[in-house]
């Protein structure tokens, strides 16, 4: 871009970290009142059996019988279509065996001789838990990697700056899912760790850029430092940015129910993304340096 185009992305900061501030604390209130996450079939347990069927069957009728006794089945294809091949997963209703609940219902709708009962499982609540307190802790031991690489190619300020950004993101990511009742499940995991990879590699393009700059010009102000490096980059980003998302809308609008939640969180995963390596995480950095050269 021309030297003379200069974004002043700082000073649109503030209002940027006021919008986010606005959507994680609507989500924070959403998560109070209606007391947690929704969370998928491998955290709360229940029963999935694999079942093939000897006629022609599709995914809506099977979705639509369940819907109808109001359970909340996940529902999808083995192989090809024509194999007439699902895997049905219910949650665990009190009082209830959810094989028994599935083999009911199927075998009402279409008769003992042509549903196929090829393998049950049941997952336990308490190894729901412990799907939960593992997918907390890679997050974690992630952003600790993370950091520990920032600070080595960069600095504190950097680790700090870009530590703050992937909070970011996981907020926005965890407040739209409490906005479109999604519930947590192992492929939400999957897409929010997607997005915190997306993320720092785009972040670590921006610092690249500003650290190269700074190197360049060390009497120049590291506000103005920042503002001419994101401009330079960001076409870059946006160009980047914009193809990954193409995949993910497409993700979503043909890539069928079973992958509808998923799609979301990475098309906000991709926005928030972005946007925080240039919204976020340079104001932070700028802040830390700021702090830390006052202190000295």
Known sequence: MKEHTII???????YAIGLSLVIILLGAVIFVVRGGFEVGIDFKGGSRAEVVFGQKVSLGELR????NRRIEASITTVGLVEDNRFVITVPFEQGKDGIALIKEILTTAYGMDKVEFVGTTTIEAKVGKSFVYRAINLIWVVSLIILVYIIVRFDLSYGVGAIVALLHDLLIMLAFSLFFRIPIDITIIAAILMILGYSINDTIVVFDRIRERKAYHK?????????????????????????TLFAAVALYIWGGEVLRNFSMLLIVGLVSGTYSSVMIAAPVTAGMRLLTNRSK
Request: no cysteine.
């Open 219 to 243: 009497e120049e102000d590291f506000v103005l430092v920042i503002d001419r490096s994101v401009t330079e980059v960001l076409e870059r980003s946006i160009i980047t940015s914009l193809t």
């Open 8 to 14: 002043p992305f700082m000073k649109m900061a503030p």
């Open 64 to 67: 639509s019988l369940f819907k």
